[in-house]
């Protein structure tokens, strides 16, 4: 894979996922038109995921703005730990940004991300309704914009991280990829922070101002959707078990989802997961997806 030589003073690329939605229709990329941010040296990539190819894939307006654009897609629903790994092999950039479609953007933000520096991993608080949702600092939700120690431990959802070269030269010399590929939705957020933590890089991690985001555990959904969630989610949690926990944590959490399983059963609540899914991600280490 050649990688593509932005110039030297390219201070921030940024991808946009796009699934099954066109380019305009995108509040992400509605909200990047509409910022009144002096926009240079800043390189767009669009990637558009499926399921069909895009009616239009006319950027000119993201280019009007300043941001050099440029549209690839695939439309089998890639993993999106394998966009994320290709996008930051494809691009020699002193940071990373990383957006879904469906983030409503402001200046405040998009102002941070531009400041933020190569040796630092910026991320952002996360807004539903106007309630803060995100991210987790040792298990309690971050309100306002700080600094981390080394010893502190993050979580987050991967839309909004500015990841600074430093950060991705780092983790790829412990991991060989900066996401981990055995997944393919849930878990490659997770999973990226459970190596920023192991690493001990709490310190070079600040936390910055954010925005509206859509959080599909927060909204009611057809049931269909909510079934593919449920098998995603054991899969998650399954290959996190085998790959990230030890056995004695792996036990205790089967135990507790088994648990609350036989509850929800027989109180005839709906399931959050699929435990026979999470038993079979565990036993064979792969996601289901992995030989299609």
Known sequence: MEKTQAPPHTKLTILVVLYNIEILESETVKSLILTSLGIQSVKLLIWNNG?????????????????????????????????????????????YLILDHDTVLNDIY???????????????????????????????IIKFPQRLSTSDHIMAIGSGLVIGREIVQEIKASYSSVFDERFYLYGVDSTFFHRVNKLKLGNRVKVISGFEHFLSRLESEPEKLKAFRRKERAYDSGLQFKYYYSFLRSYYLFSRLLLDCIINKVLGRSQSINYLDLMAAFYNGVHYRKDH
């Open 51 to 95: 399921p069909d190819y895009l009616k239009v894939s006319d950027v000119e307006p993201l280019k009007k703005v300043g941001f050099d654009a440029e549209v690839i897609e695939t439309i089998g629903n890639e993993s999106l730990a394998v966009i994320y790994n290709h996008f930051i092999h494809r691009y020699s950039s002193e940071n």
């Open 110 to 140: 998009l102002a941070e991300t531009l400041s933020s520096k190569s040796s630092e991993l910026s991320v952002p608080t996360i807004r539903m309704n106007g309630n803060i949702e995100g991210p987790y600092l040792n298990k309690s």
